[in-house]
């Protein structure tokens, strides 16, 4: 090989080096990286549900479910309740617009399981247990379901919160013997945290 001959292989082996790196840079990474920030946000983002009383009943308030280490933190402020203990569960439809709640379905049971408390091993996805109302009527409630999800087999979104006028017993079947519907709330997608 002569000196010429080398000098135009260096060249040529500099130029596609060279173009290695100015394409992936500056074409092709921010595209994938743009799909992979849309996925992971239909995916994954935040869910929120506006619950409204059902007829006859006073109880309204909101829940959150943000992505969390461990699972979904589920945060609820509800009020206009009696004191006391009152079911909280994911109902299976994303409806209420009967006037009872009833239009909601049973709990969120893809697997078909028996119903239970949160902390079971196996139990409804959407038994998410109990508020606990206080004498003016206020509950509040967060702690992160390992169960619930905001995307797959066990996503909530799209179907219902429903708070209970009795406590559920986490035992009786299908439904914790929690009593009629006081409140209802579809479960939709939230707008991303602001940082
Ligand atoms: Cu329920
Ligand atoms: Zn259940």
Same mark, same amino acid.
Request: with cysteine.
């Given at each position: 090989?002569?000196?010429?001959?080398?000098?135009?292989?260096?060249?040529?082996?500099?130029?596609?080096?060279?173009?290695?790196?100015? @394409?992936?840079?500056?074409?092709?990474?921010?595209?994938? &990286?743009?799909?992979? @920030?849309?996925?992971?946000?239909?995916?994954?983002?935040?869910?929120? @549900?506006?619950?409204?009383?059902?007829?006859?009943? &006073?109880?309204?308030?909101?829940?959150?479910?943000?992505?969390?280490?461990?699972?979904?933190?589920?945060?609820?402020?509800? &009020?206009?309740?009696?004191?006391?203990?009152?079911?909280?569960?994911?109902?299976?439809?994303?409806?209420?617009?009967?006037? *009872?709640?009833?239009?909601?379905?049973?709990?969120?049971?893809?697997?078909?399981?028996?119903?239970?408390?949160?902390?079971?091993?196996?139990?409804?996805?959407?038994?998410?247990?109990?508020?606990?109302?206080?004498?003016?009527?206020?509950?509040?409630?967060?702690?992160?379901? &390992?169960?619930?999800?905001?995307?797959?087999?066990?996503?909530?979104?799209?179907? @219902?919160?429903?708070?209970?006028?009795?406590?559920?017993?986490?035992?009786?079947?299908?439904?914790?013997?929690?009593?009629?519907?006081?409140?209802?709330?579809?479960?939709?997608?939230?707008?991303?945290?602001? *940082?």
């Amino acid at each position: 090989m002569n000196i010429a001959k080398m000098i135009a292989v260096v060249l040529l082996a500099a130029a596609f080096s060279t173009l290695d790196f100015t @394409a992936t840079p500056g074409v092709e990474a921010p595209l994938l &990286s743009l799909a992979a @920030a849309d996925q992971a946000a239909s995916q994954q983002g935040p869910a929120l @549900a506006t619950l409204v009383a059902t007829e006859g009943n &006073s109880a309204s308030g909101s829940v959150s479910f943000t992505p969390a280490e461990g699972g979904v933190r589920v945060q609820a402020q509800l &009020s206009g309740l009696t004191a006391g203990g009152h079911g909280f569960h994911i109902h299976q439809w994303g409806d209420c617009s009967s006037g *009872d709640g009833k239009s909601a379905g049973g709990h969120f049971n893809p697997a078909s399981v028996d119903h239970a408390g949160p902390l079971a091993e196996s139990r409804h996805v959407g038994d998410l247990g109990n508020l606990g109302a206080d004498a003016e009527g206020n509950a509040s409630y967060d702690r992160v379901d &390992s169960v619930i999800a905001l995307s797959g087999a066990n996503s909530i979104v799209g179907r @219902a919160v429903i708070v209970h006028a009795g406590a559920d017993d986490l035992t009786s079947q299908p439904t914790g013997a929690a009593g009629a519907r006081v409140a209802c709330g579809v479960i939709g997608t939230a707008a991303p945290a602001a *940082d």
